[in-house]
C-alpha cells in the first residue's frame, strides 16, 4: 500500500458504481407496472404525504445547516494563538472547509435519503401490483428498491469523504461532514419517528379500537399518513441513521489514524485504511445484493439472511487479500473482523426477543391474559434482559479488538474503530434488506386500500413478516455498531484535545469528571422522554382530528365519503417538526454547553456518561417495543384468545406503549450519542483553551 | 322500489326499509346522523309475510324516499315480541354485519349439527341473551326450552349459536383453555364439569352475557326455533370466508 492516494481513487470509483447500480435499479423500477388506476390513485396519496413532508424537513434543515455553516466558519475560522493572550489568527479557509464539509455532509446524507424515499414511494404500489402474480417478482422488485437506498447511502458516503480528504488532506476536514450527516440523521431520524408513531398511533387507537375497523382500512383518516410515516421512519429515518453511524465510525478512525505516533507515510496509510473497508464492503454488498433472490415457494426471509452472510463471507475474503497482498498489518483484518462477527451475532440475537417463535415473545403474549400491566411489566423486563447478550458483545468486541491490535503492534483503540468499520463495511447489504420493510409494508397497505384480492394480501403479508425480521436485526446491528464507534470517537475526542496541548484527565476521583458523567448518563433518558412526549402531544391532537371527522361525517365509515387524509399528513408533519427543538439542542448545545463551563475533562466524562446510558436505552427501548409488538402479533394468530380477547386488548395497550420506544426513542439514541460525540470531538481544540471553570 | 323486511336481533324489531342488507347492515352498524352503532345481526323476511301482529302495511305505507330522493333507512314495525310473530319459513337468509359496516350472508342448510357426546358453549341472541353451557346437541337444546313441559321456564321462540369450546368439549377439567376468549375461565370450566358430572343438563354461565359475538368463536352457526320446526343457518369456514368475502374477514378479525 505505498501509495495510499490511489486507494482513495479506488474508493471513489467504488462509490461511483455504487451510485450507478442505485440508479440503475432505480430506473429500473420506475419501468415496472404500476398497477390498476385505483392502486396508483392510492400510491398517489402517500407519495404527496412523503414528499410533503421531505420538503418541509430538507427546508428546516436548509436553514439549520446553512446557520450551522456560517457559525462553523466563523469559529473555526478564528484560531486562537493561546487562551491567555486573547490573540488571534484569522484562518478563514479553514473555517471555510469546515462549513463546506458540515453542509456537504448533510447534503450527501439527505441525496441517499431523498432517492431511497423517491424510490419507495414508487415501489410501494409496484410491489403490490407484482404480487398479483407471484411472490418471487414482488420481493425481487422490493429488495431491488430497498437496494437503491442501500447502495445510494454507501456510494454518497465514500464519494463525499474520499473527495474531501483528497481535497483537504486531513481527516478533521471530514469531521466536519460526519458532523452535517449526523445533524441531518439526528433531525431526520427523531422528526420521522416522531411521525410514524403520531400517525400510527392515533390510526389504531381511534381507527381499530374505538371504530372497529381493520388496519390499512382507506376509511380510516388517519390510514395515508401512517403509511406515510413507514417511510420517513424506516426509509429516511433508518437510512440517515447508518449514513450517520457509517460515517461518523471512518472519520473516527481516520482521526485515530493520523494521530497514531508513526511515520508520515504510515499516518497517511492508517488514515486511508477505512476508506479501503468501505470500498471492499460496497463491492462485497454489490454482489451480495445481487444474489438475493426467491424462487417461487421459497421463503424470503432465509433469502435476505443468506444475502447478508454472503456479503459477510465476502468482504472478510476481499479484506484478507487486501491484507495479504499490502503491507497493512494484519490486525486490521483481525480487528474488523472482531466487528463484523460481532455485528452479525448481536443483529440475530436481537432477533430472539423478538421472534414470535421464541419464549420472551410467547411468555409476554400468555401473561397478557392477565391484563396490561403484567403485560407491560414482562416485556419491559425482557427488553432489559436483550440488553445483556448485546452489550457482552460489544464489551467482547472491544477487548478483542483491542488486544488483537496490540499484538500486531498496533494502537489498541485504532482497533477498537476499525472493529467498527469492519461492523459497518457491509452496510450497503444490510441497509438494503432494511429498506425493503416498509416498501413491503406499504405494499400491503395499498393491496388492502386499493382492494386487491387476497392472494396479493397472503403474499404481501409473507413478504412483510421478513421485512420485521430484517427491520429487528437492524436495529440490533445498528445500536452495536453505534456503540463501537463512540469508543472511537471518544478516543479521538481524547486524542484532538491532547493534540491542543491539554493534559485529559478523565477519573471519577475528579468532581468535574462526575459531574460531567451524571449530566451525560441524563441526557439520553431526558432525549427519549422529550421524543416520546411529542409523540403522545402530536398523537392527542390527530386522535381529535381522526374522531372529529368520523363525527362530523358518517359518510366515512359507510363508505360512501372519502376522509381528509392530507390534514392528518400536514398535522402529522408540523407536530413532528416542530416537536425536534428541544431534543436537537440537548444533542449539539449540551455538550458545547458543558465543554465551555466545566472544561474538557468534564466533557469527556459527559460523553461517557452519555454512551453508556445511550446505549443501554437504545436496546431496552428497540428490542422491548419490538417484543410487545410481536406478542400482540402472536395474539392476533388466535393464541390466547385471539384478537378482541382481553388478553389481545391487554397486549394492545403494550404495544401502544412500544410504538414510541422501538420507533421514536429507541433508534434515535444512537443518532444522539454520535451526534454528541462528533461536535465533542469538532470543538474540542476551542474547548480545550477556552472553559470556565478551569 | 323494492321494500325489504328486516327482524333484527339485537334489539329485537321487525323493520322496513328501502336499502338492501349490505346496505342496511352499514347503516344499521356505522350509524347515521345519530350516531348509533354496534354489530347487527338479522334476517331478512319475506316481503309479502304477514301477520296480524304486525302494522306491515302502514309501514309500508310510510317506507318512501325522503324529499331529497334519498331511500328510507328504516320504518320500525315492532320492537317487543318479534320472534315469536314471526313465521320461521319466511326466514329468507340471516345477515352478520360487522362493528364497521361489513355484512356477510348465511343461507339455511337442512343438515342440523347433531353434537351428542360433547359439551356445548350456547350463546342466546333473542328473546333474551344469557351465555349456557348445556351437555345437549342444538336440537335437544331447543326442545328443552321451548317444549319442556316441566320447566317453568321456556321461550316461545328462540336464536341462539354454538361458540367453540375446544378442548374443553370433551375435556371440562383438564382441556387446554389458554386460547379461548371468554373471560372467567374458572367459572366456565367449573359450569362445564357440572353439566357433565351432575343431573343438570345446561347451566347459565352469565345471566346478562353481553349478545355482541365474536364471530370468529362460532363453531358452526346460527340457530332459530320455536314449537314447530329448527332452522340453521351454517357459518362458512374461515377460508372460505377469507377466499370469497375478504373485507368481512378482515373486519371480523377471523
Known amino acids: 500500500m505505498n501509495n495510499h492516494l490511489t486507494w482513495v ?45 421531505l420538503l418541509k424537513l430538507y427546508r428546516s434543515l436548509g436553514i439549520l445547516a446553512l446557520i450551522i455553516g456560517v457559525i462553523i466558519a466563523v469559529v473555526f475560522g478564528v484560531q486562537p494563538e493561546t487562551a491567555e493572550s486573547g490573540a488571534v489568527t484569522m484562518i478563514w479557509r479553514e473555517g471555510l472547509i469546515m462549513a463546506i464539509a458540515f453542509v456537504g455532509g448533510a447534503v450527501c446524507s439527505g441525496i441517499a435519503g431523498f432517492l431511497g424515499m423517491r424510490v419507495a414511494v414508487e415501489a410501494n404500489v409496484r410491489t403490490a401490483t407484482a404480487a398479483n402474480f407471484s411472490l418471487s417478482k414482488a420481493f425481487k422488485l422490493s429488495f431491488n428498491a430497498g437496494a437503491v437506498l442501500g447502495l445510494a447511502m454507501v456510494g454518497m458516503a465514500v464519494i463525499g469523504m474520499s473527495l474531501l480528504y483528497l481535497w483537504t488532506g486531513s481527516a478533521e476536514a471530514v469531521l466536519g461532514f460526519s458532523f452535517g450527516a449526523s445533524t441531518l440523521a439526528l433531525l431526520a431520524k427523531a422528526g420521522g419517528g416522531i411521525y410514524t408513531k403520531t400517525a400510527d398511533i392515533a390510526a389504531d387507537l381511534v381507527g381499530k379500537v374505538e371504530v372497529g375497523i381493520p388496519e390499512d382500512d382507506p376509511r380510516n383518516p388517519a390510514v395515508v399518513a401512517d403509511n406515510v410515516g413507514d417511510n420517513v421512519g424506516d426509509v429516511a429515518g433508518m437510512g440517515a441513521d447508518i449514513f450517520d453511524s457509517y460515517v461518523a465510525s471512518t472519520v473516527a478512525v481516520m482521526l485515530l489514524g493520523a494521530s497514531m505516533g508513526l511515520s508520515q507515510a504510515d499516518h497517511m496509510k492508517y488514515t486511508v485504511v477505512p476508506l479501503v473497508l468501505c470500498l471492499l464492503g460496497i463491492f462485497a454488498s454489490l454482489i451480495g445484493i445481487f444474489l438475493v433472490r426467491v424462487k417461487e415457494g421459497q421463503k424470503p426471509g432465509p433469502a435476505l439472511n443468506r444475502g447478508t452472510i454472503i456479503t459477510t463471507i465476502l468482504f472478510t475474503l476481499f479484506l484478507f487479500v487486501f491484507v495479504c497482498f499490502t503491507d497493512v498489518n494484519p490486525g486490521v483484518f483481525w480487528a474488523a473482523l472482531t466487528g463484523l462477527i460481532t455485528g452479525v451475532i448481536i443483529g440475530f440475537t436481537s432477533d430472539y426477543f423478538t421472534n414470535d417463535e421464541q419464549k420472551p415473545v410467547k411468555e409476554t403474549s400468555r401473561v397478557s391474559t392477565s391484563g396490561s400491566a403484567i403485560n407491560i411489566i414482562t416485556g419491559y423486563s425482557y427488553g432489559l434482559i436483550s440488553i445483556v447478550p448485546s452489550v457482552i458483545g460489544i464489551a467482547a468486541a472491544t477487548l478483542i479488538s483491542f488486544h488483537v491490535a496490540e499484538h500486531f503492534g498496533m494502537s489498541g483503540i485504532y482497533g477498537i474503530g476499525i472493529s467498527a468499520v469492519g461492523m459497518l463495511s457491509i ?25 386487491m384480492d387476497h392472494e396479493v394480501i397472503v403474499r404481501a403479508d409473507e413478504l412483510d413478516s421478513a421485512g420485521n425480521t430484517a427491520k429487528a436485526i437492524t436495529k440490533g446491528f445498528s445500536i452495536s455498531a453505534a456503540a463501537l464507534t463512540v469508543i472511537a470517537l471518544f478516543a479521538a475526542y481524547a486524542e484532538v484535545v491532547e493534540a491542543a496541548g491539554v493534559d485529559l484527565a478523565i477519573s471519577l476521583r475528579e468532581p468535574l469528571v462526575v459531574a460531567g458523567v451524571f449530566l451525560g448518563a441524563m441526557t439520553p433518558p431526558l432525549f427519549s422522554a422529550l421524543t416520546m412526549l411529542s409523540v403522545t402531544h402530536n398523537a392527542f391532537d390527530m386522535i381529535e382530528e381522526v374522531r372529529r371527522q368520523f363525527r362530523e ?131 474540542a481544540p476551542i474547548i480545550a483553551l477556552f472553559h470556565l471553570i478551569k | 322500489m323494492a321494500i325489504h323486511l328486516y327482524l333484527s336481533l339485537m334489539p329485537e324489531a321487525l323493520i322496513a326499509s328501502m336499502l338492501s342488507p349490505e346496505e342496511f347492515g352499514t347503516y344499521y352498524a356505522v350509524g347515521s346522523a345519530k350516531k348509533s352503532r354496534g354489530q347487527a345481526m338479522f334476517f331478512e323476511v319475506d316481503p309479502n309475510y304477514r301477520h296480524p301482529y304486525f302494522r306491515t302495511d302502514e309501514a309500508y305505507a310510510r317506507c318512501v324516499p325522503h324529499e331529497d330522493g334519498s331511500l328510507k333507512s328504516s320504518v320500525y314495525i315492532s320492537v317487543y315480541r318479534v320472534l315469536e310473530h314471526v313465521n320461521l319459513d319466511a326466514l329468507i337468509r340471516l345477515y352478520l354485519t360487522t362493528m364497521d359496516g361489513r355484512t356477510l350472508e348465511l343461507t339455511p342448510d337442512d343438515n342440523i349439527p347433531n353434537g351428542t357426546g360433547q359439551l356445548h358453549l350456547y350463546q342466546e341472541l333473542a328473546p333474551v341473551t344469557p351465555l349456557v353451557v348445556s351437555r345437549l346437541g342444538p336440537t335437544q337444546f331447543l326442545d328443552q326450552i321451548v317444549r319442556n313441559p316441566v320447566s317453568l321456564v321456556t321461550v316461545p321462540s328462540i336464536v341462539f349459536t354454538e361458540l367453540q369450546l375446544g378442548e374443553l368439549a370433551e375435556d371440562p377439567e383438564m382441556g387446554l383453555i389458554d386460547h379461548l376468549p371468554y373471560t372467567n375461565h374458572d367459572h366456565l370450566r367449573q359450569c362445564l364439569t357440572d353439566v357433565k358430572t351432575k343431573f343438570v343438563s345446561t347451566k347459565m354461565v352469565d345471566r346478562t352475557h353481553s349478545p355482541n359475538v365474536q364471530y370468529r368463536t362460532i363453531k358452526n352457526g346460527f340457530f332459530v326455533g320455536n314449537i314447530e320446526q329448527l332452522r340453521y343457518f351454517p357459518m362458512p369456514t374461515p377460508e372460505e370466508i377469507r377466499k370469497d368475502n375478504y373485507r368481512w374477514f378482515r373486519s371480523a378479525n377471523m
Open chain 1, 553 to 683: 361525517e358518517p359518510g366515512i365509515l359507510a363508505g360512501t365519503h372519502k376522509p381528509d387524509y392530507a390534514r392528518c399528513v400536514s398535522l402529522a408533519a408540523e407536530g413532528a417538526l416542530s416537536s425536534l427543538i428541544l431534543p436537537a439542542f440537548l444533542a449539539v448545545g449540551l455538550p458545547l454547553l458543558v465543554g465551555f463551563v466545566l472544561g474538557p475533562d468534564a466533557l469527556g466524562g459527559f460523553l461517557g456518561g452519555a454512551i453508556f446510558t445511550g446505549v443501554i436505552f437504545a436496546l431496552l427501548m428497540s428490542n422491548a417495543g419490538g417484543l410487545w409488538d410481536n406478542a400482540k402479533k402472536y395474539i392476533e394468530t388466535g393464541k390466547f384468545g385471539g384478537p378482541g380477547s382481553e388478553a389481545h386488548k391487554a397486549a394492545v395497550v403494550g404495544d401502544t406503549v412500544g410504538d414510541p420506544f422501538k420507533d421514536t426513542a429507541g433508534p434515535s439514541l444512537n443518532t444522539l450519542i454520535t451526534v454528541m460525540s462528533l461536535v465533542s470531538s469538532l470543538f
Open chain 1, 427 to 451: 452496510s450497503g447489504m444490510i441497509v438494503s434488506a432494511d429498506a425493503y420493510g416498509p416498501i413491503v409494508d406499504n405494499a400491503r397497505g395499498i393491496a388492502e386500500m386499493a382492494g
Open chain 1, 9 to 53: 481513487y479506488i474508493a471513489i470509483v467504488a462509490g461511483i458504481a455504487s451510485m450507478a447500480v442505485a440508479l440503475y435499479l432505480y430506473f429500473w423500477v420506475l419501468k415496472q407496472d404500476p398497477g390498476t388506476e385505483r392502486a396508483q390513485e392510492v400510491a398517489s396519496w402517500i407519495k404527496e404525504g412523503s414528499n410533503a413532508y
